[in-house]
Each structure stands twice: as structure tokens, then as C-alpha cells.
């Protein structure tokens, strides 16, 4: 069975920094893209940044200048570093990956969530 696991948010006071990561476990042959979503309080999920296996960023206009996603594909981890957090970044954190596997090919999977809190 394939999962991939969050940890690393919390609590922090607006300016402040966070990071987040997220580790793929099970038989996976491989990972395509990695990509970071999130869900404020009576918002939609939208997508904050994706990286490809060969290091290729995108960022969302809010995210942009802010985060930087990044990937170790040695240990199929992906992080989020998010620096200068808003009120507004407040928000549950998933990850997600497009992988194969020996069943599957183009799996999608979702991390569980991790809950980020910006507030003095």
C-alpha cells in the first residue's frame, strides 16, 4: 500500500517561517510530479506549487517569492519551505504525487493533511 505522510505544521506568529514535509512509502517505481495543496476554513482546495522529477517549479501568485518547493528523490520526500507566513496562509496542507507502482501507473495520492496556523 502506498501513502505519503505529512508533518511540520503548527502554530506561527505572522512573518515567521514553516516547514513541511511529506514522505511517500510502499513499492513505488517511481514519482512524476509532486505538488503541494491547500484548504482555508470555507475555501476550496487550490493548488500552491508543484515540482516535476527534474526540478521544474510552478507557484501560485500567492505562494510566489514566499515558498519554495523542493524534492529528494532518493528518499521520494517532497517539503515546503514558507517563509514570511500571513493570517492568510491559515489553512489544512496536503500533499499529493502522481506515481507508479507495480499495479498502477500514474497513481494519484494524497497525503492526510497537516494544519497550518498563522496568528499573533
Known amino acids: 500500500q502506498v501513502q505519503l505522510v505529512e508533518s511540520g505544521g503548527g502554530l506561527v506568529q505572522p512573518g515567521g517561517s514553516l516547514r513541511l514535509s511529506c514522505a511517500a512509502s510502499g513499492r513505488i517505481l517511481s514519482i512524476n510530479v509532486m505538488r503541494w495543496y491547500r484548504q482555508a476554513p470555507g475555501k476550496e482546495r487550490e493548488l500552491v506549487a508543484d515540482i516535476t522529477p527534474g526540478g521544474n517549479t510552478n507557484y501560485a501568485d500567492s505562494a510566489k517569492g514566499r515558498f519554495t518547493i523542493s524534492r529528494d528523490n532518493a528518499k521520494n520526500t517532497q517539503y515546503l519551505q514558507m517563509n514570511s507566513l500571513k493570517p492568510e496562509d491559515t489553512a489544512v496542507y496536503y500533499c499529493?504525487?502522481?506515481?507508479?507502482?507495480?499495479?498502477?501507473?500514474?497513481?494519484?495520492?494524497w497525503g492526510q493533511g497537516t494544519l497550518v496556523t498563522v496568528s499573533s
Open positions: 499529493n504525487a502522481v506515481m507508479d507502482t507495480p499495479s498502477y501507473r500514474y497513481l494519484e495520492v
